[in-house]
């Protein structure tokens, strides 16, 4: 049974960092790529990053661009997002999802049920 489960979403003040996680369980992340979306309350759901099964390629949305990190351990199979300098608008429910093919697009295969991440002072 295919399971990512998501970890890391905190209550962190503006300008704090986190470092979410994305691991799964009954799933080779290895051959996939790997995006990070995340779902504010009573917006929409949006990607905020993406990284190819080989990690050659990234993705960024830009209201996160040169503040977000997205990386991969592919002998964990674990996927994380570094977030630094965090906005109250990034606050929202995160979560991973595995496209089914290496690079950033298509269909989605699985994705998680998310972290909470609120920025609050």
């Known amino acids: 049974q295919v399971q990512l489960v998501e970890s890391g979403g905190a209550l962190v003040q503006p300008g704090g960092s986190l470092r979410l996680s994305c691991a799964a369980s009954?799933?080779?992340?290895?051959?996939?790529?790997i995006g990070w979306f995340r779902q504010a309350p009573g917006k929409e759901s949006e990607r905020v990053s993406c990284?190819?099964?080989?990690?050659?390629?990234?993705y960024y949305a830009d209201s996160v661009k040169g503040r977000f990190t997205i990386s991969r351990d592919n002998a964990k199979n674990t996927v994380y997002l570094q977030m630094n300098s965090l906005k109250p608008e990034d606050t929202g429910n995160y979560y991973c999802?595995?496209?089914?093919?290496?690079?950033?697009?298509?269909?989605?295969?699985?994705w998680g049920q998310g972290t909470l991440v609120t920025v609050s002072s």
């Open positions: 999802a595995v496209y089914n093919m290496d690079r950033c697009y298509g269909p989605l295969d699985a």
């Open positions: 009954g799933y080779t992340l290895s051959y996939y790529a």
């Open positions: 990284i190819s099964s080989s990690a050659s390629s990234t």
